[in-house]
């Protein structure tokens, strides 16, 4: 079961990402995750992603997809694997897709968690983390017992600028730009599934489990 998770920024995706992987006991894999154990474990792999990331540059795709595609051969992922956060451009589509054809395998499922752009900014604009512990809430979901004060250390919150309704809107453009083609893409393989993000979390997770087969 080899699964990729499209969504917006803030529409869940990691979320259920971690809930698929722990169902089916399969690893939930980000790049994010990839570049950091290799860097610890200073893999050659990891050496050059560093290379690239301390200039400020990303990454390039062609060393990202090697990284994943070497994930993949871990003992964890051999009856699969929930995809976050990549692809998330159609050049790295493509190379996955080629990588992947080599190898001998494919994706079995594109999950698109959907979410509307007004309900994300709404719902990123609640988020209040403690500068104190890192703790975080939600001003309708998860919030604080007492306004603007962390229930564990007592002390304040903040919106974080990556929260802001304005910074919200502009990650919201460059999704809209770079990775909504990817939507299309899975849609013309035959893999694309969309689940309706707006609702509760387990009912999101419900109707995933049946796109799955339970």
């Known amino acids: 079961m080899r699964i990729i998770m499209l969504g917006a920024p803030g529409a869940g ?11 089916y006991n399969i690893p939930h894999i980000s790049t994010g995750d990839i570049f950091r154990a290799n860097i610890k474990n200073e893999t050659e792999l990891g050496k050059k992603a560093k290379s690239y990331m301390d200039q400020g540059m990303l990454v390039p795709d062609e060393l990202t997809i090697s990284l994943v595609m070497d994930r993949f051969q871990e003992p964890d992922a051999r009856n699969g694997y929930v995809l976050d956060g990549f692809p998330r451009t159609i050049p790295q589509a493509e190379s996955l897709d080629a990588a992947l054809k080599e190898s001998g395998s494919q994706i079995d499922h594109a999950i698109n968690v959907d979410v509307p752009d007004e309900a994300i900014v709404k719902r990123m604009s609640g988020r209040r983390a403690c500068v104190n512990c890192g703790a975080t809430y939600h001003l309708q979901y998860a919030a604080p017992k007492k306004d603007g004060v962390c229930d564990h250390c007592g002390e304040g919150l903040i919106l974080r600028d990556d929260d802001k309704p304005e910074t919200v809107e502009k990650r919201l453009g460059v999704y809209h730009d770079q990775t909504q083609p990817l939507i299309d893409y899975y849609a013309q393989k035959g893999v694309l599934k969309e689940v309706d993000g707006t609702r509760d979390l387990e009912e999101v997770f419900g109707q995933i489990k049946k796109i799955l087969g339970e």
């Open 13 to 23: 995706k990691g979320t259920q990402a971690k809930k698929i992987a722990e169902k």
